[in-house]
């Protein structure tokens, strides 16, 4: 009995989660669009700055890169794994539950990686609003993910 009613918890919590790995990924994709349009012109004649990184973006700190490429990475193992959770919330059974909970574990792991640089980007400053709505989701995620895993190990039979 205990365990059916964890099942509207972990739906309210994936339906959460799935809808802020979508912000993050929608503010990540404009993130990495403004890099790449707005980046190091590299021409035959054109020598690298001294700073050069292949990670630059004009926005934000010397974080902002490796940021940005990891809440995609984490955003789109996130949204991933929303599939097999939504699979398990249907059947609910012991049988799908290694798949929702190895989805959601990778999911959190990448989430919380993500985080660390977004905290390291909030240490340096220099960023734009849409950068700490960014760190504001990943570090509201890393709490959310974690609990949704914990909600779905509510399956006993």
């Known amino acids: 009995m205990a365990e059916q009613q964890m099942k ?14 979508a912000i993050v990924l929608g503010i990540g994709a404009w993130s990495m669009n403004k890099a790449i349009s707005h980046g190091f012109p590299i021409g035959a004649d054109f020598s690298l700055p001294a700073h050069f990184s292949p990670i630059y973006f004009p926005m934000g ?21 929303v599939i097999s959770g939504f699979s398990h919330l249907q059947s609910w ?19 919380v990686l993500a985080m660390g640089f977004g905290c390291k980007e909030i240490e340096l400053g220099m960023r734009n609003a849409r950068l700490r ?25």
């Open 61 to 81: 700190n010397a974080a902002t890169g490796f940021f940005v490429m990891f809440a995609l990475i984490a955003g789109v193992a996130g949204a991933a794994s």
């Open 8 to 21: 509207p918890v972990a739906s309210l919590l994936l339906l959460l989660n799935f809808c802020m790995y």
């Open 133 to 157: 709505t960014m760190e504001a989701f990943l570090i509201i995620l890393s709490a959310t993910q974690l609990l949704y895993i914990a909600a779905i190990y509510g399956v006993r039979n």
């Open 93 to 111: 059974t012991t049988a799908s539950l290694p798949a929702a909970v190895s989805a959601a574990t990778i999911a959190w792991s990448l989430t």
